[in-house]
C-alpha cells in the first residue's frame, strides 16, 4: 500500500467543486494507495508549503501531494475517469521516472497556455494520446513529490525558524538562477522548488494523459481531442 498525503493551501474561500473532489477521493481511496489530507492557511505560500513538506518528512507517508484549491480533477465529468484516477496516476509515473511528476492545467484567462516551462519548444498534447514529459519548470498546483527528493533536498538545508515555535526547511524559497546565457532570473517558488530538485540530481516531468480544471472566472481546461 502506498500512502499519499495530500497538502493544499488555502489563502481564500475553496470552490465547491475542489472540496467535493476531496471528499469523494478520502472516501473512496484509489486503488492501492492510503489517502491521507493535511490542511495549511497561510497569506505566505511558500511557508505555507513548507511547513506542510517538513511535517510530511515526520510521518510515514511514501509521498507528499501538493494540490492547491483551484485545481479541478475530470472537470469535464468523463465517467472513465473515477475519484482519484489523477492521484494514482501521479504516483504511478513517480514511480516509474523516480522523478517529480506534476499534472497540466491552463493558466487562467487563457485558452492554450499550460502553467509549465519545457524543456524546448513544441507543443505539449494533453489528454488522450498525451505522456510522461520531461519539462524544466512546474507550478506546484497539482505535484506528486517523493519523500527520497525531499529527504535529499532537507539533507542539503538548514532548519530555519520561521516563527516562534515553527521550524522549517525553505524547500520552495524563491532564488535567483542564471539563465543559460547568464541573465539572472527570479525564480518564483514554484520554479525554485523544480530547480532545487534538479540541482539534486533528480528530473522533472509532466504527465499529459491527466486533464485538470483551474478556477477562476470560469472553468479553464483543456478540451478532449
Not at 84 to 106: F, H, M, N, Q, W
Not at 156 to 180: C, H
Request: charged share 25%.
Amino acid at each position: 500500500m502506498t500512502k499519499v498525503l495530500l497538502s493544499s493551501q488555502a489563502y481564500s474561500g475553496a470552490d465547491m467543486r475542489f472540496i467535493n473532489q476531496l471528499i469523494h477521493a478520502l472516501a473512496e481511496q484509489p486503488e492501492g494507495i492510503q489517502l491521507g489530507y493535511n490542511f495549511t492557511q497561510t497569506s505566505v505560500i511558500e511557508v505555507g508549503l513548507s511547513i506542510a513538506a517538513t511535517d510530511f518528512l515526520k510521518t510515514d507517508f511514501d509521498y507528499f501531494f501538493s494540490l492547491d484549491y483551484d485545481i479541478i480533477f475530470n472537470p469535464h465529468n468523463d465517467p472513465a475517469y473515477p475519484p482519484g484516477y489523477e492521484i494514482k496516476r501521479l504516483v504511478d509515473s513517480c514511480k516509474e521516472t523516480r522523478g517529480l511528476v506534476g499534472a497540466p492545467y491552463l493558466k487562467r484567462g487563457t485558452e492554450d497556455q499550460l502553467c509549465v516551462v519545457p524543456l524546448k519548444e513544441g507543443e505539449i498534447l494533453v489528454g488522450p494520446g498525451g505522456g510522461i514529459t520531461e519539462v524544466r519548470y512546474l507550478p506546484t498546483g497539482c505535484t506528486m513529490i517523493s519523500r527520497e527528493i525531499l529527504q535529499k533536498l532537507a539533507d542539503s538545508m538548514d532548519l530555519v525558524r520561521y516563527e516562534e515555535g515553527t521550524w522549517i526547511y525553505p524547500f520552495f524559497m524563491p532564488m535567483i538562477q542564471k539563465d543559460d546565457d547568464g541573465t539572472p532570473m527570479y525564480l518564483t517558488l514554484d520554479f525554485a522548488f523544480s530547480q532545487r530538485v534538479r540541482d539534486a540530481g533528480f528530473k522533472i516531468f509532466l504527465d499529459t494523459r491527466i486533464i485538470l480544471g483551474h478556477m477562476g472566472s470560469k472553468m479553464y481546461a483543456v478540451q478532449r481531442r
